[in-house]
């Protein structure tokens, strides 16, 4: 498999299924406007968050090599993360939850490399570099705060999901292309938000990944740290949004102790969050983390493990008390009168594994239609076969060439030939291969004679059920990527030749040889063809005051009625604060 991203002493270690995600950075693609857009948040949010963001932020920004000035090289990010045991990756938007924890999981963070546009510089609904590379890659600089991250996609990435969580993705992805695309319809846009709305009114009882989406965002996107009357920001949606790292800060925001009660509590991406939850610190992250993963099916296993597999409709594994692990698309399970699995039933490609690792001659070629098996005790047998010694296998006629007739506590009969048994490392018995058999629960036939040979997984129990494969090479098409893609922004000539205006201020900043002539000329062409645009008509003024030019009493002027306007009133009012302008008029 080509490898179409740069490999390094991090990145290498990803899985191969996640290399799909993975995309070139459009660095090309950022218009003079964009690195304009990107350095007047990181100026903004740098001067406030300074006096409200956890002290990991500002240390942060510098030990991963992110600059005010530019939009991060991806590279050049990689190169100084490396040093904390971290990577940065490129990717299109949001991609599906379980690959983004599992990248994470790994000590990767998946940047959505697209730039807001000017017209959503306080928040963005689409996650983009802004966001992700000044959010998220700066407090992981914090070591405890690091392994909460790292544990947290180890942990996230089994979750089980619906099979309405994949379309909620997919209608969140569609919603927010579509709200950061300005060539996007209104009618496109009001029917993409009523379907993320129908799907949140609907959704039902929420999954472990429903849960635990709802715990990333509100500590990973949305945390705050502290005290409930004095907190600090640390999540990367606040950090990265100079409309919310303000508001969240009023009182009109509650603020909740941050408990596993948050994992029920829903967020709307679309919108300014109502509440946020405050950590007292880093650890108790962790330790809501591990209260959490205690109720996961990965932990309690079961029937209710088998049956969240079954309503997710999507690939996933158990593992029996033998260590014996299936995966596989699972269609059914028959539980006994107390409620206790006695037998499952997977459809399709299967796969069965030990310890994460495929057994040899048991992959999807060897079960290409599903697997089914039955779960417990022999009846009137108080040794699981699991426990048996050879000995005892020979007591109860458990051997090669034998023909057997078994009946499981459950009420799950097995009547055929032993071939064989496959054991693991130590031993202990996983599977018995079995020819001529039957299998039936009562009167319905579960496995035929002319089925072919059965293979019976040796269990009494399911101790675990988790999202995925247990080997992930065992299938080709672990995880998808979605076929709505990151729209490209059209621009128009008219738009174009404004971010030549914005070029050319760019160079002016760090040339050491400025015309105030040319300001001048920049300036009226502003104020004749682009009335609207703000953002440069701030530049000029910050280069004109660097320089001392006569002209900055005239672009300040310009700037005052540009301030009238309500939109542009708040954003110039910070851009001329930043600027240390005294002079500010409503």
């Keep these: 498999m080509n490898i179409h991203f740069q490999l390094n002493d991090v990145t290498k270690k990803l899985p191969k299924h996640l290399h799909k995600f993975v995309v070139k950075q459009p660095y090309e693609e950022y218009t003079a406007q964009s690195q304009a857009v990107w350095r007047y948040v990181m100026r903004i949010n740098i001067d406030y968050l300074s006096k409200v963001a956890h002290n990991s932020y500002l240390t942060g920004l510098a030990k991963t090599g992110i600059s005010a000035e530019r939009i991060p090289y991806m590279d050049g990010m990689n190169r100084i993360l490396k040093d904390i045991g971290w990577a940065a990756v490129s990717v299109d938007g949001f991609i599906p939850p379980n690959a983004f924890m599992e990248f994470q999981a790994y000590n990767v963070l998946v940047i959505a490399s697209d730039m807001r546009t000017i017209d959503h510089i306080e928040y963005t609904p689409a996650p983009d570099i802004i966001h992700e590379a000044a959010g998220h890659a700066p407090i992981i600089a914090n070591p405890e705060y690091a392994e909460y991250l790292r544990r947290f996609g180890e942990i996230g ?211 290409p239609n599903g697997f089914g098996s039955p779960i417990g005790k022999l009846k009137g047998i108080n040794i699981p076969i699991e426990n048996m010694s050879p000995r005892d296998l020979e007591a109860y006629q458990i051997f090669e060439g034998k023909k057997v007739s078994l009946e499981f506590e459950g009420g799950i009969k097995v009547a055929g030939d032993i071939i064989t048994g496959t054991r693991d490392l130590s031993g202990k018995i996983l599977l018995i291969s079995i020819e001529n058999c039957t299998v039936s629960y009562k009167e319905t036939i579960l496995f035929k004679p002319e089925d072919g040979i059965y293979n019976m997984a040796v269990g009494k129990e399911v101790i675990s059920a988790f999202a995925g ?5 065992s299938f080709q098409d672990e995880g998808e990527v979605s076929k709505t893609k990151t729209r490209k922004i059209r621009y128009t000539n008219k738009e174009k030749e404004l971010y030549a205006l914005y070029e050319e201020v760019r160079k002016m900043r760090k040339a050491n040889n400025i015309s105030e002539k040319n300001m001048i000329i920049i300036l009226d062409q502003l104020k004749k063809d682009f009335p609207d645009d703000w953002l440069l008509s701030l530049e000029l003024y910050e280069v004109a005051l660097q320089y001392h030019f006569l002209v900055q009493k005239e672009i300040l002027k310009y700037l005052l009625i540009l301030q009238k306007n309500e939109r542009y009133y708040n954003l110039i009012r910070n851009g001329l604060n930043l600027l240390k302008v005294k002079k500010i008029e409503k």
Aim: aromatic share 6%.
């Design 157 to 367: 990435c089994k979750a089980i999901s619906s099979a309405k969580d994949f379309e909620m993705y997919e209608a969140i992805r569609l919603l927010s292309i579509l709200k950061e695309d300005p060539n996007s319809s209104e009618k496109e846009t009001i029917e993409a938000q009523q379907t993320v709305e129908y799907l949140q009114d609907n959704m039902g009882e929420l999954s472990e990944m429903a849960q635990i989406r709802n715990l990333h965002w509100w500590t990973v996107e949305y945390g705050m740290i502290g005290t409930l009357e004095t907190p600090k920001i640390y999540g990367a949606g606040l950090l990265s949004s100079i409309g919310e790292s303000a508001c969240c800060m009023k009182d009109e925001v509650k603020k909740r102790p941050y408990t596993i009660e948050a994992a029920d509590v829903n967020f709307d991406i679309t919108k300014p969050q109502p509440q946020l939850f405050v950590t007292p610190d880093f650890a108790h992250l962790s330790l809501v983390l591990e209260q959490f993963a205690n109720k996961m099916a990965i932990r309690k296993g079961g029937v209710k493990g088998l049956q969240k597999l079954i309503n997710s409709k999507n690939r996933g594994t158990i593992e029996l008390s033998t260590g014996i692990q299936i995966s596989g698309v699972f269609t059914q399970v028959i539980a006994d009168e107390n409620n206790k699995p006695i037998y499952f039933q997977t459809a399709g490609l299967t796969a069965l594994s030990n310890r994460d690792k495929e057994l040899i001659g048991h992959g999807v070629e060897k079960h």
């Design 469 to 473: 494969a247990a080997d992930i090479s």
